[in-house]
């Protein structure tokens, strides 16, 4: 997975000392864009309210230690890392810029359904790359995002806002087993605790 390395060490020591100190922001602007498909993947769609500004910084979460940096290639693309194990890349102004290739897999994925507005279900969140994809790309989406780790949830919150989604804490094969068949287009799993997929996320039980 492509992290921009170099960007993400040199901007570490440049970061406040704690993400859990920082208050939310004030809401942000309403643009639009338009969206093309070139090796980064800029633009598309109308642009829904896009998040606050991060600060930055480093903290405890259940999974190990987060932190959010920013990316020094990109006028305000942010990394998140858990244990220094790269988790998501939100470019915060362009949120169609998806810098990892199998988030851009996903995306391409998605693209194949009809245009319009979808109804997804998100196991595993991050910083939440793909449905701001989704929210960016076809805006009024109903998107559901269930992440297990609820510090790392409320960092998430407070550095990037969940607009155009709604974030909830949960164990993703528990909440998949309250869906309700054939009410979501998209399920897409994308649980990691570390670099490593749960065992009970991949696994048949019978």
Excluded at 168 to 189: F, H, K, M, N, W
Aim: charged share 20%; with cysteine; aromatic share 4%.
């Amino acid at each position: 997975v492509p992290t921009s390395r170099r960007a993400a060490s040199a901007a570490r020591r440049n970061q406040p000392p704690s993400i859990q100190s920082h208050q939310r922001g004030a809401d942000a602007r309403h643009t639009q864009s338009k969206r093309g498909h070139t090796d980064g993947r800029s633009g598309g769609g109308t642009r829904v309210a896009q998040p606050r500004t991060p600060t930055g910084g480093s903290g405890p979460v259940h999974f190990g230690t987060a932190e959010v940096i920013r990316d020094l290639d990109r006028a305000n693309g942010w990394m998140l890392l858990v244990d220094d194990t790269p988790q998501s890349y939100v470019d915060v102004d362009d949120p169609g810029h998806l810098e990892f290739d199998y988030v851009r897999l996903l995306a391409d994925l998605v693209d194949t359904l009809p245009p319009g507005p979808i109804s997804a279900v998100h196991l595993g969140g991050g910083a939440c790359t793909l449905p701001r994809y989704v929210a960016h790309t076809r805006p009024g989406s109903p998107q559901v995002v269930v992440e297990a780790d609820e510090p790392l949830v409320e960092v998430v919150r407070q550095q990037f806002g969940t607009e155009g989604f709604r974030l909830r804490v949960g164990d993703g094969r528990e909440s998949l087993s309250r869906v309700r068949p054939g009410t979501s287009d998209v399920v897409v799993a994308d649980v990691f605790t570390g670099s490593l997929v749960p065992a009970h996320l991949a696994t048949l039980e019978t």
